[in-house]
T-cell receptor
Framework: GAGVSQSPRYKVAKRGQDVALRCDPISGHVSLFWYQQALGQGPEFLTYFQNEAQLDKSGLPSDRFFAERPEGSVSTLKIQRTQQEDSAVYLC??????????????FGSGTRLTVV | GNSVTQMEGPVTLSEEAFLTINCTYTATGYPSLFWYVQYPGEGLQLLLKATKADDKGSNKGFEATYRKETTSFHLEKGSVQVSDSAVYFCALPSSGSARQLTFGSGTQLTVLP
């Protein structure tokens, strides 16, 4: 597609519910990233995929967070047993590059998750 | 590790005013530096970048110069427009991984007509 597409745009979950957030990167982009952006803050890194391989998941805040990209294109970020502190905007970004990112990424519009 | 400290907002200006948003960084070596912009309801967009010391990045009338002496990358625009209202983020690669970006906390800019 022309850009990075994320769905849903908004998600309200009851505490304890599981959620799944979807990211469609730009076609052919090798690298895919998930970031978490709390209200009034800058995005913080969660995890990184190169094709289908999850090469870095050091930013995932707990084992309730899980991400996958089984065919090297679409990615899903799953949060189990959601808690109020999980409320944030979840941003997906993709890049055609696998090395340094001097040209930056292309970000999606994000999914705003609110846990009540 | 690498970090950025960004001017706190919000910043409110009248149209055609001069804009400066301060950004200072702490880093190992001389990594690329970025400014991203987030318009209401949209994702982050790369506004400009500089890949080495003394480089000047520019785009859409915005400029920022990579100054290693002062470890700064301040964003400037000579005459802002209402359409520039957005949140601006300074960023650099995270230490230990050129793939990840470390972002500042963002500066909300509102331009009044």
């Amino acid at each position: 597609g022309a850009g990075v597409s994320q769905s849903p745009r908004y998600k309200v979950a009851k505490r304890g519910q599981d959620v799944a957030l979807r990211c469609d990167p730009i076609s052919g982009h090798v690298s895919l990233f998930w970031y978490q952006q709390a209200l009034g803050q800058g995005p913080e890194f969660l995890t990184y995929f190169q094709n289908e391989a999850q090469l870095d998941k050091s930013g995932l805040p707990s084992d309730r967070f899980f991400a996958e990209r089984p065919e090297g294109s679409v990615s899903t970020l799953k949060i189990q047993r959601t808690q109020q502190e999980d409320s944030a905007v979840y941003l997906c970004a993709s890049s055609p590059l696998t090395g340094t990112y001097a040209n930056g990424y292309t970000f999606g519009s994000g999914t705003r998750l609110t846990v009540v | 590790g690498n970090s950025v400290t960004q001017m706190e907002g919000p910043v409110t200006l009248s149209e055609e005013a001069f804009l400066t948003i301060n950004c200072t960084y702490t880093a190992t070596g001389y990594p690329s530096l970025f400014w991203y912009v987030q318009y209401p309801g949209e994702g982050l967009q790369l506004l400009l970048k500089a890949t080495k010391a003394d480089d000047k990045g520019s785009n859409k009338g915005f400029e920022a110069t990579y100054r290693k002496e002062t470890t700064s990358f301040h964003l400037e625009k000579g005459s802002v427009q209402v359409s520039d209202s957005a949140v601006y983020f300074c960023a650099l690669p995270s230490s230990g991984s050129a793939r990840q970006l470390t972002f500042g906390s963002g500066t909300q800019l509102t331009v009044l007509p």
